[in-house]
């Protein structure tokens, strides 16, 4: 069974459209985030999620709306997309937010905006 | 602010020779640093972490990095590289903001030629 699954996993779509990328982890982990890898493959933070409550919010533009129903899961809304989303977007999982615990990453999700 | 430094962004070696992918942190607390691995088109994989329990840390598929505080590295090494290893390698620290967040270097891609 995969820990923290993403869906879907490939998707190309137009400028302006508005889009969501789900995620789910079966880890029983109370801490869940969004990356985002830029086509040099650098990672950064966008999002962290406890217990359903934001706890980091990495200067996101607010066109990124995260919502978290319940603790295993994590969805990411994206309005009015720009050319510049294009990435590949990781979901993630810690057990909590404490420092160094091991963070379980996604498959990923490839956006394309065209 | 706590961060890492990877030189260089390719590493070629032959299958069979010692593997050495170098990582560089700054950091004002006793860190805690990760090696992740991303093959292609995937996620990314947990290879060994550093949580100040050995400064020798052994991970999975034959990998181990050592942490050094007199010289901020926590290279990490293979004494034998195989053509399954090809992959993206990411050194990470876990910044101290009180909340677990990764802050990664900027890769290496490994290449193994037979």
């Known amino acids: 069974d995969t820990a923290v699954s993403q869906t879907p996993k490939y998707l190309v779509t137009q400028m302006g459209n508005d889009k969501s990328i789900k995620c789910e982890q079966n880890l029983g982990h109370d801490t869940m985030y969004w990356y985002k890898q830029d086509s040099k493959k650098f990672l950064k933070i966008m999002f962290s999620y406890n217990n359903k409550e934001l706890i980091i919010n990495e200067t996101v533009p607010n066109r990124f709306s995260p919502k978290s129903p319940d603790k295993a899961h994590l969805n990411l809304h994206i309005n009015s997309l720009e050319l510049g989303d294009s990435a590949v977007y990781f979901c993630?999982?810690?057990?909590?937010?404490?420092?160094?615990?091991?963070?379980?990453f996604g498959e990923g999700s490839w956006l394309t905006v065209v | 602010a706590q961060s890492v430094t990877q030189l260089g962004s390719h590493v070629s070696v032959s299958e069979g020779a010692l593997v050495l992918l170098r990582c560089n942190y700054s950091s004002s607390v006793p860190p805690y640093l990760f090696w992740y691995v991303q093959y292609p088109n995937q996620g990314l994989q947990l290879l060994l972490k550093y949580t100040s329990a050995a400064t020798l840390v052994k991970g999975i598929n034959g990998f181990e990095a050592e942490f050094k505080k007199s010289e901020t590295s926590f290279h990490l090494t293979k004494p034998s590289a195989h053509m399954s290893d090809a992959a993206e390698y990411f050194c990470a620290v876990s910044v101290d903001t009180g909340f677990q967040k990764l802050v990664f270097g900027t890769g290496t891609r490994l290449l193994v030629s037979p």
């Open positions: 993630a999982s810690s057990q909590d937010l404490i420092s160094g615990n091991t963070i379980y």
